[in-house]
DNA sequence: TAAATAAATTTGCAAATCAAATTAAATCAA
DNA sequence: TTGATTTAATTTGATTTGCAAATTTATTTA
């Protein structure tokens, strides 16, 4: 109720009784409970629209921001970005903290989150203690029900209880996820997932990632290490990708790919950026446009493969940087569309959405509202952790 | 609850509370209602070991076999094979006809359909009306909900509600799935998948199929036609498929493939046998083990992605036909481990189940079984053919 | 035959939810 | 301005669901 409430930012009882098919006074039963507990607030609908209407009018219901706080953190390659969010979903401060090294221990990955975290509670003249949770981002792959990160490229060691280690330093509780996962946890609370309770977002990055969601469930698999679009493989035996494999779809598209290639060529082999590859390509020059060329077209082989498999209803290609502009073509996702099961109906919905550097962040935050939540209603954590 | 005692076979009411935890008193008052409409009967246990504990022995509980039947189809290339089930999933009759044509219009496979099911209940002694669902797999692209065939190698027309045409006809509720979904239905209820809600099952007939179990439901897509792991990309621009597009899985290990292959070399142009071909390659034939060990390698490929995607706990590899056992064989399930992502946690169970020609039927019966249990205890379908 | 043991059932209660009746808050029409 | 009308929200009383605890049942053991 509480979700769907959020979702809708303000609705009045009786809609909410008509998008959740429960009874109108069980409708106020429940939204009673959650005005004594504070969790949201009436609000009286000051829309002129409205008033045209006879009859009682209806009096809309909101969550109530200033019931709890959260902060989102994206720890990133050299920097951890931080967003405070108040119970509604609104923003309140954000913090941008540059780090010395890109690999951490965990302790001292725990002294920079909490350090920032800190940073970014004091900007906003909030204490530490009135952060009701703490939702995590970080590259690599991690068992976000038992905040385990098997292996991230942020830290030195393998198998870490990071979640822990984090809960432990900060005393709020700590809600740890792949950051693809988080992106897609953002579509669905802030951007273009809002009325899909099934979808994939995938973010390029360094790296590809993919968020799966199932009947308004994160899929994230038996180890919790599913969704590695990244390492799926789109050429036997191809080129060599950073995880010791070959013919990975990262090892054709990330940048490091890209430059790799350039550094073949004799003409291009002091490109060190991939922007000067990708404006070389827009200016005609042939082997920058066959290097650019064939990332696009093993992206929408990549991509192909994830509709024929999971034949979704939407997907969202999702990027900060606007360098990946080559893989959102429309030509790339046309390839992707000649590539799929033809049937006489429309394939999936494919958009693309371009964020600030705080969508990372955001994400971590809108997973922390979540679990805050869930903890609000139940009083206790659904996860094991 | 009916579904526990179905997978159990026989289980006493103690135990049914404990496995699925809900109370004592409640499944008393449930297993009471089914035992009043005669969906489940009491079975004294006759077990000696029992005999030695003290208190009120445990009653078994069990499915009553013969509160319905259902019928399980597959229509096949050149032959309608078809299994009558008591509801206890007690396999009572089978029945196998040859057809003429492999391709029909929708009514004369309606036709083809009622004589088959006729000669089916005949020889079992029952009358066609004392069948309460038919379970019907068909190759090709099916929404299963909407009992809709969008696509099938066994129909002239595209876009067929087969569901409806065969209901019609046959004058019982109908339920038509695709048929490597019909045989994940089939590996939960009689096969390897029984204690297992989540799990993935991959088929060669001539082409390749795949079921997705998540959360003990099929995961079919939005429009229906996910799950066409024989048609993901496995090579940019590679071998031409029978589906007209380039590079699918398909394309490199199904019968035709491989023919195809034999083909060109002139040392095996007259093979036109799959099994002859890898015999030779047993035999030590370098071209033929070529061509094999490349489709191998091609499905490891295929296997690996569907690994890097669901991170699933168990693969079945489904299959009737024994010349796909250069697909099963262990250097292939090697190198799938080969390429997926690696973490601190051992990967998926992958087994391996070798059925007899009916598991296709059988896996419909199993579908019309869970479908007609529903409509038995909620009074209607739940989907909206 | 009585005591002990364990399964199954019954009983009475608590929570959740709903339909229908009622109340509340507004507009409309005379 | 006032009563009729309309629509939202709440209250009421009933129903359903499911449970814990007490009781009954069926068996073994002493």
Redo the contacts between chains.
């Keep these: 109720m509480l979700a769907e409430i959020r979702r809708y930012k303000k609705i009045p009882r009786i809609d909410l009784s008509e998008s959740t098919g429960i009874s109108r006074a069980t409708v106020t039963t429940i939204t009673a409970d959650l005005l004594k507990e504070g969790l949201i607030e009436e609000v009286r609908s000051e829309t002129p629209e409205k008033d045209l209407r006879r009859g009682r009018p209806k009096v809309d219901l909101k969550i109530r921001g200033a019931a709890h706080h959260v902060v989102g953190i994206k720890i990133a390659n050299k920097s951890l970005s931080t967003v405070l969010h108040d119970f509604e979903g609104i923003q309140i401060a954000d913090h941008e903290v540059a780090l010395e090294e890109s690999v951490f221990e965990a302790d001292a990955l725990a002294d920079e989150v909490s350090k920032a975290i800190e940073g970014l509670t004091s900007t906003a003249g909030l204490s530490a203690e009135e952060v009701s949770g703490v939702g995590v981002g970080i590259a690599g ?1 991690v068992d976000a029900l038992q905040g385990f990160v ?2 991230s490229p942020s830290l030195h060691q ?2 870490v209880e990071l979640g822990q280690v984090l809960e432990d330093r900060l005393g709020v509780p700590v809600f740890l996820d792949n950051d693809a996962n988080l992106v897609a946890v953002a579509e669905r609370a802030f951007g273009l997932a809002k009325e899909n309770s ?1 979808f994939i977002v995938i973010t390029i990055e360094s790296g590809v990632g ?1 968020g ?1 969601v ?2 308004n469930e994160l ?11 990244g ?6 035996d191809g080129a060599l990708c950073r ?1 010791g ?1 070959r ?1 990975c779809l990262e090892a054709y598209v990330a940048d490091y790919a890209l430059l790799r290639e350039a550094g073949i060529s004799g003409r291009h082999k002091s490109v060190s950026k991939v922007e000067d590859l990708l404006s070389a390509a827009r200016d005609g020059d042939s082997v920058a446009k066959s290097i650019v060329d064939r990332a696009g ?2 992206f929408a ?1 990549g991509l ?3 509709v ?6 939407l997907i969202i290609l999702s990027g900060e940087q606007m360098h990946s502009d080559h893989l959102y073509a429309s030509e790339v996702i046309d390839a992707m569309r ?8 429309p394939g ?1 919905e494919v958009v693309i959405h371009k964020w600030g550097d705080l969508m990372w962040a955001r994400g971590a935050a809108a997973f922390a509202l979540d679990e805050v939540s869930e903890i609000a209603i139940t009083g206790h954590r659904e996860n094991a952790q």
Tied chains: 1, 2.
């Excluded at 390492?231 to 036997?236: A, D, G, N, R």
């Design positions: 792959t098997y292996w393998r198998n099934d993919m799966i199932i009947g899929y994230r698999g038996n180890r919790g290490c599913g969704a590695e679009l390492h799926t493989k789109v050429q036997l995880c494999q013919g077209r093993m082989m192909a493969n994830i024929n498999i999971f034949d979704p209803e000649n590539s799929v099961v033809h049937i006489d109906k999936p």
